[in-house]
């Protein structure tokens, strides 16, 4: 989920050109296509990687296009190239992205009253919900959450012997040359901050959208730490996440949840996932029907669609699979009244791993992620010395 490489400046001039080259490529109304021609990545899809499960469940064709997770790529390909020409439906960030796209008429509003899972839905994201403007534009409905979580702190229990509960740990000399975080200014900037702030060593308002001189504690207080040695690493892509732990290379790493599942699996080992007491940079995932799929009639593949991922089959799948948390009541119940997908020990492995997400996403601390920060440029800069200290 790497934080976009992209400046305000940039955005703004591309929303500016972004009408007239979207209009010219979608042309006149065009026939519907049978599947439904859906940009996202691999972990918007439970069971089998051909999406046949999906498909099934939701009663209706897919046509799956691989996403990353770059937001410049996101408003390049929506805003100011053919992406509505191509994709029906798309999936990306909440809490910003919904607002980017929707303002350029990129994506249009939804009718919940078309998504029977509706009902379903946390209650995060109903009026006066912490959530409540990840998915809306202007007050106006145009997105569905599928998935969201609250980055956290991996670590070695076997090897450490106790629970962690602070990121203070993870900047502890105990831990010089085995800790690790990620190669990407948005998560790794924002837990620090988080972390700087609640524990008093330095004033910030907002963790998810600092000034340029609280963009240069946090960074300087990188820095110092990485002159003498103290990172083993900053991990990039999953799967060197995975290595990291897996190997005991690293023994603490901010990272994400399904690289601490998966690491647990590799090794063997107790590697846990904390509940740090400062707080975490919590996010979502969306998923967001285009102009374009509504202009060729594809609402009601969407709509179903829609409503497999407000489904407890979903939740429970997702939540199995790689960690991630549901975005609708009624997964346990799911879970119980369906034994014979979850054996005993998967059952408590889910129990256990909600009421942590519960724990983690109650903690006040908590700031969410930013792709649009304010001083961006502040960002990148300060990053880019981070990276050659």
């Given at each position: 989920?790497?934080?976009?490489?992209?400046?305000?400046?940039q955005?703004?001039?591309?929303?500016?050109?972004?009408?007239?080259?979207?209009?010219?490529?979608?042309?006149?109304?065009?026939m519907?296509?049978?599947?439904?021609k859906f940009?996202?990545?691999?972990?918007?899809?439970v069971?089998?990687?051909?999406?046949?499960?999906?498909?099934?469940?939701?009663?209706?064709?897919?046509a799956n296009?691989?996403?990353?997770?770059?937001?410049?790529?996101?408003?390049?390909?929506?805003v100011?190239?053919?992406?509505?020409?191509?994709?029906d439906?798309?999936?990306?960030?909440?809490?910003?992205m919904?607002?980017?796209?929707a303002s350029?008429?990129?994506?249009v509003?939804?009718?919940?009253?078309r998504?029977p899972?509706?009902?379903?839905?946390?209650?995060?994201y109903?009026?006066?919900?912490?959530s409540?403007?990840?998915?809306?534009h202007?007050g106006?409905?145009?997105?569905?959450?599928?998935?969201?979580?609250?980055?956290?702190?991996?670590?070695?229990?076997?090897?450490?012997?106790?629970?962690?509960t602070?990121?203070?740990?993870?900047f502890?000399?105990?831990f010089?040359?085995?800790?690790?975080?990620?190669?990407?200014y948005?998560?790794?900037l924002?837990?620090?901050?988080?972390?700087?702030?609640?524990?008093?060593?330095?004033?910030?308002?907002?963790?998810?959208?600092?000034?340029?001189?609280?963009?240069?504690?946090?960074?300087?207080?990188?820095?110092?730490l990485?002159k003498k040695?103290?990172?083993?690493?900053f991990?990039?892509?999953?799967?060197?996440g995975v290595?990291?732990?897996?190997?005991?290379e690293?023994?603490?790493s901010?990272?994400?949840?399904?690289?601490?599942?998966m690491a647990a699996?590799?090794?063997g080992a107790d590697?846990?996932?904390?509940t740090?007491?400062?707080?975490?940079?919590?996010?979502?995932n969306?998923?967001?029907l285009?102009?374009?799929g509504?202009?060729r009639g594809m609402?009601?593949?969407?709509?179903?669609?829609a409503?497999?991922?407000?489904?407890?089959?979903?939740?429970?799948?997702t939540?199995?699979?790689?960690?991630?948390?549901?975005?609708?009541?009624g997964v346990?119940a799911?879970?119980?009244a369906?034994?014979?997908?979850f054996?005993?020990?998967?059952?408590?492995?889910l129990?256990?791993?909600?009421a942590?997400?519960?724990?983690?996403?109650?903690?006040?601390?908590?700031?969410?992620?930013?792709?649009?920060p304010?001083?961006?440029?502040?960002?990148?800069d300060?990053?880019?010395?981070?990276?050659?200290?």
């Amino acid at each position: 989920m790497n934080q976009l490489d992209f400046n305000r400046r940039q955005f703004m001039a591309l929303m500016g050109a972004a009408t007239a080259t979207a209009t010219t490529a979608l042309g006149s109304r065009a026939m519907a296509s049978e599947a439904l021609k859906f940009w996202a990545p691999g972990i918007a899809r439970v069971g089998n990687q051909d999406w046949s499960d999906m498909e099934a469940r939701a009663g209706i064709s897919i046509a799956n296009i691989a996403k990353s997770a770059r937001a410049d790529e996101a408003i390049q390909k929506m805003v100011v190239g053919d992406g509505n020409a191509l994709y029906d439906a798309m999936t990306d960030n909440g809490g910003g992205m919904e607002d980017a796209l929707a303002s350029q008429n990129a994506i249009v509003e939804l009718d919940p009253s078309r998504i029977p899972n509706w009902a379903n839905l946390v209650d995060s994201y109903k009026e006066g919900g912490s959530s409540y403007d990840t998915i809306r534009h202007e007050g106006r409905l145009v997105a569905v959450p599928y998935i969201s979580n609250a980055d956290s702190l991996a670590f070695n229990h076997d090897v450490i012997g106790e629970e962690l509960t602070s990121w203070e740990a993870l900047f502890d000399e105990q831990f010089r040359g085995r800790a690790a975080m990620q190669n990407d200014y948005g998560p790794t900037l924002t837990n620090t901050a988080v972390y700087l702030k609640q524990s008093g060593k330095q004033d910030i308002e907002n963790p998810s959208d600092m000034t340029e001189a609280e963009v240069k504690g946090v960074c300087q207080f990188l820095i110092d730490l990485k002159k003498k040695g103290h990172f083993r690493t900053f991990w990039d892509g999953f799967q060197n996440g995975v290595d990291l732990l897996a190997s005991e290379e690293v023994l603490v790493s901010s990272c994400w949840e399904p690289i601490q599942i998966m690491a647990a699996r590799k090794n063997g080992a107790d590697i846990r996932y904390g509940t740090m007491t400062e707080g975490h940079q919590a996010w979502n995932n969306i998923i967001m029907l285009t102009r374009g799929g509504q202009e060729r009639g594809m609402e009601d593949a969407f709509y179903a669609l829609a409503n497999v991922y407000l489904d407890p089959w979903f939740g429970a799948r997702t939540l199995a699979g790689l960690g991630f948390t549901p975005q609708m009541t009624g997964v346990n119940a799911y879970v119980e009244a369906n034994a014979a997908d979850f054996d005993d020990d998967t059952r408590a492995t889910l129990a256990e791993r909600l009421a942590r997400k519960d724990a983690r996403m109650a903690k006040p601390g908590n700031a969410w992620q930013n792709v649009f920060p304010t001083n961006i440029r502040a960002y990148q800069d300060w990053w880019a010395q981070v990276q050659a200290a």
